[in-house]
């Protein structure tokens, strides 16, 4: 399965716990004390969601997997689009803010 598991990636918090990866969960969680954890799990699901859930879940056969990874798409989309997309863009504008020089009147 070399796809892109877009609700591994965005609903990371509690997709890990639904297909058997607790302690990815766990850091997930734990992990906004410090947000790159969060993110690079995030983007470790995105491209190996497939692989975790295969290795931790069983599934009666290779549709059932695809109609539950299917399942979690949309939520993740939603989670990537109206949690962390608006936090990147503040992230991004108060970076970029604080780099440029002070408007002095």
Sequence with gaps: M????????GA???WTFWHGAPV??????LGFVL???PLGIMVYLLFNGNR??????RFESPEQF????????P???LVLVVVFLPLL????????????PGVHG
């Design 75 to 77: 939520f993740g989309w």
């Design 12 to 14: 990371a918090g509690l």
């Design 2 to 9: 070399r796809r892109l598991n877009v609700g591994a990636c």
């Design 35 to 37: 947000p790159p954890v």
């Design 52 to 57: 975790v859930a295969l290795q931790r879940r």
């Design 24 to 29: 990815l969960g766990v850091l997930y969680w």
């Design 66 to 73: 695809l109609r539950v990874q299917r399942a979690w798409a």
């Design 89 to 100: 863009t503040l992230a991004a504008i108060l970076i970029v803010s604080s780099l440029l």
